[in-house]
């Protein structure tokens, strides 16, 4: 790969990266996409499963 | 009319094709075998031809190619994960980008383009399915129960970690799960990672090195690390993991729970190493029998199939059989994801389960690779002028026997290669368990790996019992049993003995297959199914009164197991093993022409 094409493919990389960061950091005023916190103490962390 | 399926998983792990027809698994093999590289995880076009060609098969006669799992669920998971983690990781989105939007978003059309490349036939069409669709597919389709539980238990496919089913006839029905980030794979990986050893493959060493250790860390795990629910299901602390944010494990989090950095790879074990292994794998095993638990509550059966790379855990295996949740458990001898391509294979076919009349499962014993007929051996004997002696069957598992009474190690290829990470009698390394230094013997001079490594015994399926407490058949080496009480032996003067120290006291009258905790991770052989390994078995039996030898693979450390007369060859020569029983054929190494390479082997095969 030459310079120039590197170059480019990392700035955009980091404009898509600059994207993800501010729908990222939106998206987490609306709650985790990863659902990482402690559920109370009565309930479990099951959730049904979809049939495919 | 039956529908023949090619079952493929590739480019995560362990890639593999299967070739089902109907009901009926016709072959099965992993590309590392073939390509020779340790879990190699690209297109796996070796295995594809050499499962076809063992199934007299072109791609003109395959119905329809079953991908393992969905490439794009996988990928809005990795999305996920970098919305819920930006800014911190930048590095690994550099790195995954390109790849993901290049090819494997389009992954189902490279595997057709790879297909045609391969000059065997127009490619069929393509399904995909769930990647614990594939693993619950291969725990309980292959399985010798009309219904029952199931349990996929992994590191992470597209989103679930942990998947529990009922299956019943032809189907799997899908009733609970777990996703990513929350997954007991992961957490024993990092632990892998942290006790220096390889994510992915050196999981077996942690777990062959808990008995050496105390699991004083256990309290620390299930109150930091995971968040054990009475339901069963469970949750990851992930801020004490690195996973989320790129290609290491664990951090300085995790380091300043334990007591400071991780173990160097290669570096010297110390106490904390053994205790980290000891606790994580009692965390693993009470999390294990939680989700039996409730897989037994959700679907009221009596019996449990499993599958995912967890239940390689031959230990949790064994805690399973012992609690006696379950009537009888049934693992994938292939659980980890090369098995996805037999699940994957099977749910295409979707035909009938003919084999549950016969009593035994479908796997066939796992001997579902390539198989080698005496010509093609001889051919290769005699073109290389190496100096052998064609036996007949008897003749050859009397003089075997005679050579591992003796004290001898014997390289055991014998018809289909196995499928999964095994070996079972089908290219193994064999030798006598009474003897005490068959196990550094085997580790140090043959295998060329760590000392602290268990080995596995064979024994008679019909004299299991006097030997291990076994409730039930362990025929893929997947169930760890306690050796009877009575072929203990209490050695005066060991018990103050710790760490690897453990290893000076003989343990057992069958010392080279007894771990320092009397543990034993036993495969039990039964005439059905392996008659040749059962043959050996009774006739080392008759002579010395003892059903058990030791069973390794047929490698050395890193290296994948041998597929090829070749193979075997190369490794019988480059080790310390005395003599190799290939099909009918006995080679003696005092016979062999000496050998000689012009490079450094040991330096090629990177450590595992
Ligand atoms: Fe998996």
């Known amino acids: 790969m030459t310079f120039a094409r590197h170059a480019l493919l990392t700035l955009l990389l980091l404009l898509a990266y600059l994207l993800v960061l501010v729908l990222g950091l939106l998206g987490r005023l609306f709650g985790d996409p990863l659902r990482r916190r402690p559920a109370p103490a009565s309930a479990g962390y099951w959730r049904q499963s979809r049939r495919y | 009319m039956s529908t023949t399926a090619l079952g493929i998983s590739s480019y995560y792990h362990d890639s593999a094709a299967a070739v089902v027809e109907g009901g009926h698994i016709v072959a099965a093999a992993q590309q590392e075998r073939f390509s020779r590289r340790r879990h190699d995880a690209g297109f796996p076009a070796l295995a594809v031809a050499s499962c076809l060609a063992e199934a007299g098969r072109k791609l003109d006669d395959v119905d329809v190619i079953a991908y393992y799992e969905d490439p794009r669920l996988?990928?809005?998971?990795?999305?996920?994960?970098?919305?819920?983690?930006?800014?911190?990781?930048?590095?690994?989105?550099?790195?995954?980008?390109?790849?993901?939007?290049?090819?494997?978003?389009?992954?189902?059309?490279?595997?057709?383009?790879?297909?045609?490349?391969?000059?065997?036939?127009?490619?069929?069409?393509?399904?995909?399915?769930?990647?614990?669709?594939?693993?619950?597919?291969?725990?309980?389709?292959?399985?010798?129960?009309?219904?029952?539980?199931?349990?996929?238990?992994?590191?992470?496919?597209?989103?679930?970690?942990?998947?529990?089913?009922?299956?019943?006839?032809?189907?799997?029905?899908?009733?609970?799960?777990?996703?990513?980030?929350?997954?007991?794979?992961?957490?024993?990986?990092?632990?892998?990672?942290?006790?220096?050893?390889?994510?992915?493959?050196?999981?077996?060493?942690?777990?062959?090195?808990?008995?050496?250790?105390?699991?004083?860390?256990?309290?620390?795990?299930?109150?930091?690390?995971?968040?054990?629910?009475?339901?069963?299901?469970?949750?990851?602390?992930?801020?004490?993991?690195?996973?989320?944010?790129?290609?290491?494990?664990?951090?300085?989090?995790?380091?300043?729970?334990?007591?400071?950095?991780?173990?160097?790879?290669?570096?010297?074990?110390?106490?904390?190493?053994?205790?980290?292994?000891?606790?994580?794998?009692?965390?693993?095993?009470?999390?294990?029998?939680?989700?039996?638990?409730?897989?037994?509550?959700?679907?009221?059966?009596?019996?449990?199939?499993?599958?995912?790379?967890?239940?390689?855990?031959?230990?949790?295996?064994?805690?399973?059989?012992?609690?006696?949740?379950?009537?009888?458990?049934?693992?994938?001898?292939?659980?980890?994801?090369?098995?996805?391509?037999?699940?994957?294979?099977?749910?295409?076919?979707?035909?009938?389960?003919?084999?549950?009349?016969?009593?035994?499962?479908?796997?066939?014993?796992?001997?579902?690779?390539?198989?080698?007929?005496?010509?093609?051996?001889?051919?290769?004997?005699?073109?290389?002028?190496?100096?052998?002696?064609?036996?007949?069957?008897?003749?050859?598992?009397?003089?075997?026997?005679?050579?591992?009474?003796?004290?001898?190690?014997?390289?055991?290829?014998?018809?289909?290669?196995?499928?999964?990470?095994?070996?079972?009698?089908?290219?193994?390394?064999?030798?006598?368990?009474?003897?005490?230094?068959?196990?550094?013997?085997?580790?140090?001079?043959?295998?060329?790996?760590?000392?602290?490594?268990?080995?596995a015994p064979i024994v008679l399926a019909e004299h299991a019992t006097e030997y291990f407490d076994l409730r039930q058949d362990s025929p893929y080496m997947l169930i760890v049993a306690q050796v009877a009480e009575q072929r203990r032996l209490q050695q005066a003067g060991t018990e103050h003995l710790r760490g690897l120290d453990l290893l000076r006291a003989r343990r057992s009258q069958i010392p080279a297959v007894t771990h320092v905790d009397h543990s034993a991770r036993v495969q039990t052989v039964a005439q059905d199914t392996d008659p040749d390994l059962h043959g050996l078995l009774t006739e080392f039996h008759a002579r010395t009164g003892c059903p058990v030898l030791v069973n390794t693979s047929f490698n050395v450390r890193g290296e994948p197991i041998v597929a090829t007369p070749e193979d075997a060859y190369r490794c019988f020569m480059r080790t310390d093993i005395d003599a190799l029983a290939i099909g009918r054929f006995l080679l003696l190494k005092s016979d062999q022409p000496p050998w000689h390479e012009d490079t450094d082997w040991r330096g090629q095969i990177p450590l595992d």
């Not at chain 2, 699991?215 to 996973?243: C, M, N, Q």
């Not at chain 2, 294990?288 to 199939?305: P, S």
């Open chain 2, 74 to 455: 996988k990928f809005s998971r990795v999305l996920a994960t970098y919305l819920a983690t930006a800014p911190r990781a930048w590095s690994s989105f550099r790195r995954s980008m390109p790849e993901w939007l290049g090819w494997k978003l389009r992954t189902l059309g490279v595997v057709h383009d790879e297909l045609a490349r391969l000059d065997l036939g127009a490619v069929p069409p393509i399904r995909r399915f769930r990647h614990h669709e594939s693993h619950a597919a291969s725990a309980f389709l292959p399985s010798p129960y009309e219904s029952a539980a199931v349990l996929c238990v992994d590191g992470v496919g597209e989103w679930a970690t942990t998947t529990l089913w009922h299956g019943r006839d032809r189907r799997v029905e899908p009733l609970r799960e777990l996703r990513f980030p929350h997954s007991l794979g992961l957490l024993y990986s990092a632990f892998t990672y942290f006790c220096g050893f390889k994510v992915d493959s050196g999981e077996y060493k942690l777990m062959g090195l808990a008995p050496y250790g105390r699991p004083v860390y256990a309290p620390l795990i299930r109150e930091k690390l995971v968040d054990i629910r009475p339901d069963g299901s469970f949750r990851l602390d992930t801020g004490y993991f690195e996973f989320l944010y790129g290609q290491v494990m664990t951090g300085r989090g995790f380091a300043e729970l334990f007591g400071g950095p991780r173990r160097e790879p290669e570096g010297p074990l110390t106490e904390r190493e053994f205790d980290l292994a000891a606790s994580v794998q009692l965390v693993t095993e009470e999390i294990m029998l939680n989700l039996a638990a409730a897989a037994r509550e959700l679907t009221g059966e009596r019996r449990l199939c499993l599958a995912g790379g967890v239940a390689l855990n031959c230990v949790a295996n064994g805690k399973l059989v012992e609690s006696e949740l379950f009537d009888e458990i049934w693992v994938q001898p292939a659980a980890g994801d090369a098995g996805g391509a037999l699940g994957a294979a099977l749910l295409a076919a979707n035909g009938p389960r003919d084999h549950l009349g016969s009593g035994r499962d479908g796997m066939r014993g796992a001997r579902l690779g390539p198989g080698y007929d005496a010509d093609r051996i001889q051919v290769y004997l005699d073109a290389q002028g190496l100096p052998y002696r064609r036996l007949a069957t008897d003749e050859l598992r009397s003089t075997v026997a005679g050579l591992l009474a003796e004290g001898k190690v014997v390289g055991w290829f014998q018809g289909r290669m196995e499928f999964g990470p095994r070996a079972l009698g089908g290219r193994s390394i064999l030798g006598d368990a009474r003897n005490a230094e068959m196990q550094s013997t085997m580790n140090l001079k043959i295998k060329f790996r760590e000392s602290f490594r268990p080995f």
